[in-house]
């Protein structure tokens, strides 16, 4: 098992391009999430699924958007990119939404924008 | 005021040295209490959870958890230098909506 793959692992974007981020699990997960971290915040929620066609915001949505494709993908978009969007970021799975699960984290997307 | 609140050190200690981690929160409502580790240019990975109140033990790791002084603590018996990571406590409070809110994360290194 893999576990949950991200890609790409870098990108270098400059203001106003757009981007894709793709996250996959092979878990059989319900739940998918996706994170940014950024030095001194620790992880912030930006977007979840809690099951397939399902999507729901976290604490930071705004200039992103996902689609839960189908049980193994989540995807985050990033429209028009801004510098205050470099950091970090986390595609995670969990298995039931209905209790407690641990989450299962990607290997991150290092992600910089000029 | 962050909902949880986390000293980021960076903190060294040496070899089999205690370490103590700690956070402290501000929402009562938190019944799942976590601890993540991660080590430098990886994804986080869970390393142990606690509900409610109380201690949990595992191997050289023990989690504490005082919800009446909204204080977790993570203590790590005879360190080793393969214990140097980002610890980063997590918090969930609503069954089902599965929201962690994650702590700012504490640097370690432990020198042989």
């Known amino acids: 098992n893999a576990g949950v793959t991200q890609t790409p692992k870098f990108q270098v974007l400059k203001t106003g391009q757009s981007m894709t981020l793709q996250c996959a699990q092979d878990?059989?997960?319900?739940?998918m999430y996706w994170y940014r971290q950024d030095p001194g915040m620790g992880l912030r929620l930006i977007y979840y699924?809690?099951?397939?066609?399902?999507?729901d915001k976290g604490e930071v949505p705004n200039g992103y958007n996902v689609s839960r494709l189908n049980k193994r993908e989540f995807s985050l978009r990033l429209e028009s990119a801004a510098p205050s969007q470099t950091s970090v970021y986390f595609c995670?799975?969990?298995?039931?939404?209905?209790?407690?699960?641990?989450?299962?984290f990607g290997p991150g997307t290092r992600l910089t924008v000029l | 005021q962050k909902e949880v609140e986390q000293d980021p050190g960076p903190l060294s200690v040496p070899e089999g040295a205690i370490v103590s981690l700690n956070c402290t929160y501000s929402?009562?409502?938190?019944?799942?209490f976590m601890w993540y580790r991660q080590y430098s240019r990886k994804g986080p990975e869970l390393l142990m959870y606690?509900?409610?109140?109380g201690n949990k033990e595992d191997g050289r790791f023990t989690a504490q958890v005082d919800k009446s002084s909204k204080y977790i603590s993570l203590f790590i018996r005879d360190s080793q230098p393969s214990d140097s990571a980002t610890y980063l406590c997590?918090?969930?409070?609503?069954?089902?909506?599965?929201?962690?809110?994650f702590g700012q994360g504490t640097r370690l290194t432990i020198n042989p």
């Open positions: 997590a918090m969930e409070g609503i069954q089902g909506a599965q929201k962690l809110v």
């Open positions: 995670a799975s969990s298995e039931d939404p209905s209790e407690y699960n641990e989450q299962f």
């Open positions: 606690t509900y409610s109140s």
């Open positions: 929402n009562s409502a938190f019944q799942y």
């Open positions: 878990m059989n997960h319900n739940s």
């Open positions: 699924s809690a099951s397939e066609g399902t999507t």
